[in-house]
Structure formats: C-alpha cells, structure tokens
C-alpha cells in the first residue's frame, strides 16, 4: 500500500508555544489531505480537510485559528497548534487520498504532549 | 446521515480459533467501505476496499465481504500478531462526500 510519513512522531512542548506537524505522502499524489485527532480508546476525530492549493474546510467545533492547516504541494500538509495549551495534548493522525485508487492512506501519527 | 456500526467491541479469541467482525452502515450511495488495522499507538494500516454487494477480498488469515447493509471480516486461525483494533469506515455519494465515516473499531484480542 501507499506511504504517508509524520514528523515529529512524538513533541512534548510548553503551554503557549506552538508546534508544527509535517505530513508527507511518499509514492502518490494526495489532492486531498484530512488531519484526525484521536483520544484514549476512542475512534478517529476529523478535524479538517484540504485540498492541495486550497483553505482547508474545518469541521465543526474545530478552531481553524488554532490548527493552522497548510497543504502546498501535491505531497506535503503541515498541521501547526497555534498557542499550544495541555488540553491539546493528542494523538494526532494526517491521511492523504490517494485519487487514483480512491482510497485514504494514513499516517503513523503525531504524540503531542503540552505541559 | 450516513453511519457505521461495529460490532463486537471487543473480542478475546485463542490462536487458531476463527471468529468474524461486523460492521453495519447506512449511507446514501456507497462509494466505498474501507477496512483498516490499528495497532496502539499508530495510525491504521490500510487492509481492504469493497464497493459493491457479492464482493469479497482476502489477504492472508482476512477475508472481507460485502452485502448491501454490512460487511463481515473473517478471521481464519488467528495469530498473536493479528491483535489489534479493527475499524471499518464508509464513503457515501452523499452530502459529506469527501469524508470516511469510522465505526468505533473492534479490539481483538488474540491468546496463545
């Protein structure tokens, strides 16, 4: 299957700042990339989707002022968490749409821990 | 509104005892149900897509299959390794076009 890579794999980081996460699609083009939190035993949480070039739509309840999602190229998203606060501290997933299969490959995830 | 349901939420097998998850949807147009694997701490692993009723995939010990309100995974003599949480997740011509709609996962569990 298709390969999407994270970077950082874990951050730890202070109340305030902020951190941003790489999201890269390895051997396809992914017009469209979702980003995904996801709590304890708890299933994934769509928090947005872009397309390449584009503003990313947020789903409701999500502040776009604080996940600034950035999706320039055809390979590469970026997730920043603006002002970084604990109640941020996640499991942070990326995915790209591979359109060719029309299928979403995921990401290995992002541990962020803000103290 | 379309929306997917897994069912167990978890299952404890022993090595070699076979067993099958479900996962039931509603959804307006289906585009495609989608199958993943996810180990703890990390993102789900890409296991199957199906897109119409009567259509079946198997990879090694898993076999999917597809009606027109759920799909079962079938697990044939499980192995430790196949441990993990199975999510299933719907794409529909629908509103919400562009999202997958994720069931809550199954936790298998599986004893030597």
Same mark, same amino acid.
Request: hydrophobic content about 30%; glycine content about 8%; aromatic content about 10%.
């Given at each position: 299957?298709?390969?999407?890579?994270?970077?950082?794999?874990?951050?730890?980081?202070?109340?305030?700042?902020?951190?941003?996460?790489?999201?890269?699609?390895?051997?396809?083009?992914?017009?469209?990339?979702?980003?995904?939190?996801?709590?304890?035993?708890?299933?994934?949480?769509?928090?947005?989707?872009?397309?390449?070039?584009?503003?990313?739509?947020?789903?409701?309840?999500?502040?776009?002022?604080?996940?600034?999602?950035?999706?320039?190229?055809?390979?590469?998203?970026?997730?920043?968490?603006?002002?970084?606060?604990?109640?941020?501290?996640?499991?942070?997933?990326?995915?790209?749409?591979?359109?060719?299969?029309?299928?979403?490959?995921?990401?290995?995830?992002?541990?962020?821990?803000?103290? | 509104?379309?929306?997917?349901?897994?069912?167990?939420? @978890?299952?404890?097998?022993? $090595?070699? &005892?076979?067993?099958?998850?479900?996962?039931?949807?509603?959804? %307006?147009? /289906?585009?495609?149900?989608?199958?993943?694997?996810?180990?703890?701490?990390?993102?789900?692993?890409?296991?199957?897509?199906?897109?119409? @009723?009567?259509?079946?995939? $198997?990879? &090694?010990?898993?076999?999917?299959?597809?009606?027109?309100?759920? %799909?079962? /995974?079938?697990?044939?003599?499980?192995?430790?390794?196949?441990?993990?949480?199975?999510?299933?997740?719907?794409?529909?011509?629908?509103? @919400?076009?562009?999202?997958?709609?994720?069931?809550?996962?199954?936790?298998?569990?599986?004893?030597?």
């Amino acid at each position: 299957g298709a390969v999407v890579s994270q970077h950082p794999s874990r951050v730890i980081c202070k109340s305030g700042t902020s951190v941003k996460i790489e999201c890269r699609s390895l051997d396809f083009q992914a017009t469209t990339m979702f980003w995904y939190r996801q709590f304890p035993k708890q299933s994934l949480m769509l928090m947005a989707t872009s397309n390449e070039g584009s503003k990313a739509t947020y789903e409701q309840g999500v502040e776009k002022d604080k996940f600034l999602i950035n999706h320039a190229s055809l390979t590469l998203s970026t997730l920043t968490v603006t002002s970084a606060h604990p109640e941020d501290s996640s499991f942070y997933i990326c995915s790209g749409r591979d359109h060719s299969t029309d299928t979403q490959y995921f990401g290995p995830g992002t541990r962020l821990t803000v103290l | 509104e379309d929306q997917v349901t897994q069912s167990p939420e @978890a299952l404890r097998l022993q $090595e070699g &005892e076979s067993s099958s998850l479900n996962c039931s949807y509603t959804v %307006s147009g /289906l585009r495609g149900l989608f199958w993943y694997r996810q180990d703890p701490g990390k993102g789900p692993e890409f296991l199957f897509t199906l897109y119409s @009723a009567g259509e079946e995939k $198997e990879k &090694e010990r898993l076999k999917a299959t597809l009606t027109k309100k759920e %799909s079962f /995974l079938h697990i044939t003599a499980p192995k430790p390794e196949d441990s993990a949480t199975y999510l299933c997740a719907v794409r529909g011509y629908g509103g @919400a076009t562009n999202k997958l709609i994720f069931g809550t996962g199954t936790l298998l569990a599986v004893q030597p």
